[in-house]
Each structure stands twice: as C-alpha cells, then as structure tokens.
C-alpha cells in the first residue's frame, strides 16, 4: 500500500471550509459590534477625560472661600450654560457640581456596562466562528 503524499494546494482545499450565509451574517454581527466598541470606548474615554476635569474644578471649589464668585475656566469664567456665562455663588456651584459629576458617573457605568456586553457577544462570535472556521479566520482585534 503505498502513501500518496498532498501537495500544498491539496492541503489547502481539504482544510478550506465553505461559508455559508449564516456564517457571513456572524462575521458582519462580530465587525458591527467591534466597530460600536471602538465608538463607545472613545466616548468613554471623553467622559473619563471630563470626569478627571469636574474632580480639578471639585478640588478648586473646596478651596474657595464662601464668599468669592467662583471662576473656574481660564479663570475667567463661572459656569457656562450654552452660549451664556454665569457667576453664581458657592454653594450654587458645589451642588450644580455635585450634580454633572453623579450624570458623569452614571453615564460612564452605563456605558461600561454596554462595552462589557458588546465584549461577551463578540466572544461568543469568536468561539462559534473559530470553531467553524478554525485558523482560517482571524477575529483578533
């Protein structure tokens, strides 16, 4: 009996997998979903970068003194409301504080919380598709 040894390409037709449609539709779920990771993990790192400038102002408010407006932006500036810039008393500015630093926080759990989900599906995708798929694939981001 003798063995007839593959060639490269003979290889690589036996190891070819076909893709099927179902397949195609998680490869375009695992992309949608890295590419909505990306949008929310720059979006998180802009509330962070905002979190880290209301903690700056925070610091600043508790060494003002109760009587003094408070003038925080290019020390110029109170707070700003659209287009509108305000003086406003102490305690006014430590609770409007207090308040934009609790949505911050909020919101950046939240999207925490999204960016985790977002991770467990596309692993999931992972497992199925490399299962599938094996080292024909490469889902690493």
Same mark, same amino acid.
């Given at each position: 009996?003798?063995?007839?040894?593959?060639?490269?390409?003979?290889?690589?037709?036996?190891?070819?997998?076909?893709?099927?449609?179902?397949?195609?539709?998680?490869?375009?779920?695992?992309?949608? &979903?890295? /590419?909505?990771?990306?949008?929310? %993990?720059?979006?998180?790192?802009?509330?962070?970068? #905002?979190?880290? $400038? =209301?903690? @700056?102002?925070?610091?600043?408010?508790?060494?003002?003194?109760e009587?003094?407006?408070?003038?925080?932006?290019?020390?110029?500036?109170?707070?700003?409301?659209?287009?509108?810039?305000?003086?406003?008393? &102490?305690? /006014?500015?430590?609770?409007?504080? %207090?308040?934009?630093?609790?949505?911050i926080?909020? #919101?950046?759990? $939240? =999207?925490? @919380?999204?960016?985790?989900?977002?991770?467990e599906?596309?692993?999931?995708?992972?497992?199925?598709?490399?299962?599938?798929?094996?080292?024909?694939?490469?889902?690493?981001?």
């Open positions: 009996m003798q063995r007839r040894m593959l060639s490269k390409e003979d290889e690589q037709a036996a190891d070819e997998v076909e893709v099927r449609r179902e397949d195609q539709d998680k490869i375009n779920k695992f992309s949608r &979903l890295h /590419q909505r990771e990306v949008a929310m %993990e720059e979006e998180l790192k802009l509330k962070n970068k #905002e979190k880290e $400038e =209301l903690d @700056d102002l925070a610091t600043e408010l508790e060494l003002a003194d009587d003094e407006k408070i003038q925080y932006a290019n020390r110029y500036i109170v707070y700003k409301i659209g287009d509108a810039f305000f003086h406003i008393p &102490l305690e /006014q500015a430590r609770d409007m504080l %207090e308040t934009a630093t609790t949505k926080e909020e #919101e950046a759990s $939240e =999207l925490e @919380d999204k960016v985790g989900s977002l991770r599906d596309m692993q999931q995708l992972k497992v199925e598709l490399y299962a599938r798929f094996g080292k024909q694939i490469n889902l690493e981001v």
